[in-house]
């Protein structure tokens, strides 16, 4: 049996949580074209018993913080990690920006958006190429130290960066692209799991041909009564005891697909033919996390 829930830094969730980017407008920018339907999705996560959602100040920008606050504030068990280090310029526009009074700015401003002092988990969004790597973490480190975040962590990282990192401040979770067909961090992941690190993967849902009807997954989905999406999440959980998934939606009928993939049982051949197919499908995707 799967182990469901997962410790980071000093905080215990269950291991599928749900990503908030997709409550917000088209290019995860503006509002949603439906308020009422995202705050009843975030609130439906919940009774479900999702309790980590993840969200970043880019979304909107600022529109899913506020979202959440409106929906779920106070947040009681359920824990809110948030991102900062992607400006927003318009629809699906996205540029780094690490400078250390941006992220401190940032920062503040989510703790005042979601109306807590402190803020469970802030993760760097990206590592700025034009600031040194080691004043974006010395910040994070700083804010950990004041208070005002209580665990730090990356977005789509190598394994060395993760060490840089943690030569500055204790690192609690990583966020990288990775799905069942998608294996470009497998070497991350690895890592993570030796060193205690949740893993949080992007885009979880499998993508590509062998997703389409008649490939590999969808057969394999089909026999099992189960559907792509189930059988992607399932693979996940089996992959590593770190591994955190937070697939998004913007609709009631997707979350509980999503959720129920908790019962999906994989059997030892069904994961080895899955874990078979890693880099046989890497479809490149234009998906933010």
Same mark, same amino acid.
Request: one cysteine or more; aromatic letters at 6%; charged letters at 20%.
């Given at each position: &049996?799967?182990? $469901? ?15 908030? &980017?997709?409550? +917000? ?9 439906? @308020? #009422? ?7 439906? *996560? ?12 880019? =979304? ?36 780094? !920006?690490?400078?250390? #009074?941006?992220?401190?700015?940032? !920062? ?20 700025? /190429? ?39 401040? /204790?690192?609690? +979770?990583?966020?990288?692209? =990775?799905?069942?067909?998608? @294996? ?7 890592? !993570? ?32 009564? %189960? +559907?792509?999406?189930? $059988?992607?999440?399932?693979? $996940?959980?089996? @992959? ?21 993939? @908790?019962? %999906? ?6 994961? *080895?033919? $899955? ?9 490149? +995707?234009?998906?933010?996390?």
């Amino acid at each position: &049996m799967v182990d $469901l829930s997962i410790r980071y830094d000093d905080q215990v969730v269950t291991r599928l949580g749900f990503g908030a &980017m997709r409550i +917000t407008g088209p290019g995860i920018w503006g509002p949603p074209p439906d @308020r #009422e339907r995202a705050l009843e999705v975030l609130r439906r *996560a919940v009774a479900l018993g999702v309790d980590f959602i993840d969200t970043a100040d880019s =979304y909107g920008p600022a529109v899913s913080e506020e979202l959440i606050r409106e929906a779920l504030h106070p947040y009681g068990h359920v824990r809110i990690a948030t991102k900062a280090g992607l400006l927003r310029t318009g629809p699906d526009q996205w540029h780094p !920006c690490g400078r250390p #009074e941006y992220l401190r700015q940032q !920062c503040e401003l989510s703790l005042r958006r979601l109306g807590v002092a402190s803020l469970d988990l802030f993760q760097l969004h990206r590592i700025d /190429p034009q600031v040194p790597a080691e004043e974006q973490f010395g910040v994070l480190a700083d804010l950990r130290t004041e208070g005002k975040v209580r665990a730090v962590g990356l977005s789509e990282v190598s394994v060395a960066q993760i060490e840089a990192a943690r030569r500055i401040v /204790p690192i609690a +979770t990583v966020q990288n692209l =990775y799905n069942v067909t998608n @294996r470009a961090s497998e070497a991350v992941v690895d890592h !993570c799991e030796a060193q205690g690190i949740a893993f949080l993967p992007w885009f979880p849902l499998a993508a590509g041909r062998l997703t389409q009807p008649g490939g590999a997954l969808d057969q394999m989905a089909s026999a099992r009564g %189960v +559907t792509v999406g189930q $059988l992607s999440l399932a693979w $996940l959980l089996a @992959r590593s005891p770190v591994m955190l998934p937070i697939p998004g939606t913007g609709r009631i009928d997707h979350l509980e697909e999503n959720w129920a993939a @908790r019962e %999906v049982i994989l059997e030892p051949e069904d994961y *080895a033919r $899955l874990s078979a197919m890693g880099g046989a499908d890497s479809s490149s +995707t234009s998906e933010r996390s």
